[in-house]
């Protein structure tokens, strides 16, 4: 299956969630949410504006339908080039991976899409995957649909709540530290304004001491300079090693994705899934 094909999945889900609260109204609900996800992220810099918020299903009906396919393709071509560099990413037949912020779904879509590409060569049959977000609501899109992802391997999904700026939700909690793989797609730049009193900064180097010798860490951001610069700083004072890192290039999806996979969505909103972006990637590895 290919990215669009997975997402036209989560999709319906969240569609027929929409239409018990909006009935006929939900498409115009829709293109609403769009514009609400464009404009906050203009402002993602700004240390006075408001998170944004995902518990609508509207509003997330729109962040899949915009964003996670081309985020997720995104996570693929970077595994990809770290494959080059490793070879195999996942030894064991076991994988655990922890996707920081992953609640939109682009980590996971991610990770199933290069298993089923790679499986002739990487060894996993089970992949446990915590996906850790503010957002509770995300649960309903992606811990109950691996049964409908036919990729061959055996998927766990474990939802946690996770909010950065607060250390309860996080500081007692172990099991995600144990990660082969850690995934921070489009996170950083969400939360780096709200780094008052370095509360943030609190979580990085939490997740950077507790994770397992060997760890893998994939960023996948905005290309902007303050994300990048301040993410390489945080990296640095934890001791990584730098494998992979690229600054503000231009990508879009892999020419096999093709937007088509959303079928009757495309024709709704007056708007496609974005698929070209600007933007900067890392793989580190904690020795």
């Not at 929409?18 to 293109?31: F, H, P, T, V, W």
């Not at 906050?40 to 995902?54: G, Q, W």
């Not at 070879?87 to 037949?93: L, Q, T, V």
Request: glycine share 6%; charged share 30%.
């Amino acid at each position: 299956m290919t990215i669009f094909e997975l997402i036209k999945i989560a999709l319906d889900e969240l569609y027929a969630q929409g239409k018990k609260q909006y009935a006929k109204s939900l498409d115009e609900e829709i293109k609403k949410r769009m514009e609400y996800l464009s404009k906050s992220y203009a402002k993602l810099n700004n240390e006075t504006r408001d998170p944004v918020d995902y518990k609508d299903p509207a509003t997330r009906f729109a962040y899949v339908y915009k964003y996670v396919a081309a985020h997720g393709d995104y996570i693929v071509q970077v595994m990809e080039r770290l494959r080059s560099e490793l070879g195999c990413i996942f030894p064991n037949e076991n994988a655990r991976v922890s996707c920081v912020g992953g609640g939109p779904g682009s980590d996971i879509i991610a990770i199933l899409k290069y298993l089923d590409k790679y499986k002739q060569s990487e060894p996993v049959k089970k992949v446990t995957c915590y996906l850790l977000d503010k957002e509770q609501a995300w649960a309903d899109t992606w811990t109950e649909l691996d049964s409908s992802f036919d990729v061959g391997v055996q998927l766990n999904a474990n939802f946690q709540p996770l909010d950065v700026t607060d250390p309860e939700s996080w500081k007692f909690q172990q099991k995600f530290l144990q990660a082969d793989l850690f995934t921070m797609s489009y996170f950083l730049s969400e939360v780096h304004s709200l780094n008052k009193g370095g509360i943030v900064s609190q979580f990085w180097s939490r997740l950077f001491e507790g994770a397992t010798s060997g760890a893998l860490f994939l960023y996948v951001d905005n290309g902007h300079d303050d994300f990048n610069e301040y993410f390489d700083k945080e990296c640095k004072e934890a001791g990584l090693e730098c494998l992979i890192t690229k600054d503000n290039v231009e990508w879009t999806p892999r020419y096999s994705e093709q937007a088509s996979g959303l079928g009757e969505y495309l024709t709704k909103f007056g708007q496609h899934p974005r698929l070209r972006a600007y933007l900067s990637y890392r793989v580190l590895r904690k020795e």
